[in-house]
């Protein structure tokens, strides 16, 4: 048995409109209208191919504060993107604190509303 891939990573939110508006409008995300009914309110994100993000509208049972403040000592969802450069500037316009990778790699790491840490990492041509 080999893991293959991964199918989707789930966030607890505490208001599926205001992650929307930076899933959608700032990171370019779109709804997949193919959620059923969970009796709770919440969200499915499209990445491509059959890659989901799903937004959970829940009591969140970890504490939003005092997380470390560099994602990357935290745990995070990593996300390859095409313009790292981009992305930068589209969430500092938005007043979303960035850091950049430690390790000297083309990465950047940001906390969406509900302070879920998520890093972008920018493919190179060695495909890494």
């Known amino acids: 048995m080999t893991i293959q891939s991964i199918t989707h990573v789930s966030f607890i939110v505490r208001d599926t409109a205001c992650s929307l508006a930076f899933y959608c409008d700032v990171l370019g995300l779109a709804v997949d209208p193919e959620r059923p009914d969970l009796g709770f309110?919440?969200?499915w994100l499209a990445l491509g191919g059959q890659q989901q993000i799903h937004l959970l509208e829940l009591p969140n049972p970890d504490?939003?504060?005092?997380?470390?403040?560099?994602?990357?000592?935290?745990?995070?969802?990593a996300f390859l993107v095409d313009d790292l450069e981009d992305l930068a500037a589209r969430l500092m316009a938005v007043d979303i604190v960035i850091s950049r990778s430690r390790s000297g790699r083309a990465a950047l790491f940001c906390r969406d509303p509900d302070g879920n840490a998520l890093e972008f990492m920018q493919q190179t041509?060695?495909?890494?």
Request: glycine share 22%.
């Open 63 to 77: 504490p939003v504060a005092g997380r470390p403040e560099h994602g990357g000592r935290d745990r995070h969802a």
């Open 125 to 128: 041509e060695a495909g890494r």
């Open 41 to 43: 309110p919440g969200a």
